[in-house]
């Protein structure tokens, strides 16, 4: 009888590796190793991503003006904004001995009631330009606990040069 000759293995031309019999490319992949680096990769994915989320979700506000928001105020009832406009002159209204405020803001033509309590800034009166941070709701605009800015433009604009007399 004659021998057989032992099995070769063929050589690869191009140089890839070759697995023994019975073992395939992904078994070589997945060792214990880089499992534990795609795990330890899709901790901190999840975690970035949730930190993300919980930063964008609590700080996120629309900066909206009366008269946008008076269009359609359906669509921003129960959401986060800050409410730009004017306050209307006479109609802030105090309760007596507290730091209840109900007054009005508009912009543009289009007005919309505001309840808040708590101190007011020393530039809020009426006329003066405001950010009101709050909700709409179906009374009107609750502003946050020091959700109100207010500014004066006289302080903002650059004073007239008085002129000098026959000058």
Same mark, same amino acid.
């Given at each position: 009888?004659?021998?057989?000759?032992?099995?070769?293995?063929?050589?690869?031309?191009?140089g890839?590796?070759?697995?023994?019999?019975?073992?395939?490319?992904?078994?070589?992949?997945?060792t214990?190793?880089?499992i534990k680096?795609?795990?330890?990769?899709a901790?901190?994915?999840?975690?970035?991503g949730?930190?993300?989320?919980?930063?964008?979700?609590?700080g996120?506000?629309?900066?909206?003006?009366?008269?946008?928001?008076?269009?359609?105020?359906?669509?921003?009832h129960?959401k986060?904004?800050?409410?730009?406009?004017? +306050? !209307?002159?006479?109609?802030? @209204?105090?309760?007596?001995?507290?730091?209840?405020? #109900?007054?009005? $803001?508009?912009? =543009?033509?289009?007005?919309?009631?505001?309840?808040?309590?708590?101190?007011?800034?020393?530039?809020?009166?009426?006329?003066?330009? +405001? !950010?009101?941070?709050?909700? @709409?709701?179906?009374?009107?605009?609750?502003?946050? #606990?020091?959700? $109100?800015?207010? =500014?004066?433009?006289?302080?903002?604009?650059?004073?007239k040069?008085?002129?000098?007399?026959?000058?």
């Amino acid at each position: 009888m004659a021998a057989f000759p032992a099995k070769r293995k063929p050589i690869d031309p191009y140089g890839s590796p070759r697995y023994p019999e019975g073992v395939s490319h992904l078994q070589t992949v997945m060792t214990p190793r880089s499992i534990k680096i795609a795990l330890t990769a899709a901790v901190l994915l999840s975690a970035l991503g949730g930190l993300f989320y919980t930063t964008l979700s609590q700080g996120t506000e629309y900066y909206i003006h009366v008269d946008e928001v008076m269009t359609n105020p359906a669509a921003w009832h129960g959401k986060k904004l800050q409410l730009h406009g004017y +306050v !209307v002159d006479h109609s802030i @209204l105090q309760r007596p001995n507290t730091l209840q405020y #109900r007054f009005q $803001v508009e912009n =543009k033509g289009s007005i919309v009631q505001a309840s808040y309590e708590g101190v007011v800034p020393d530039t809020f009166k009426g006329g003066s330009e +405001v !950010v009101l941070k709050g909700y @709409l709701g179906p009374d009107g605009f609750s502003v946050e #606990r020091d959700g $109100v800015m207010a =500014k004066c433009p006289s302080k903002y604009e650059e004073q007239k040069k008085l002129s000098r007399p026959g000058s």
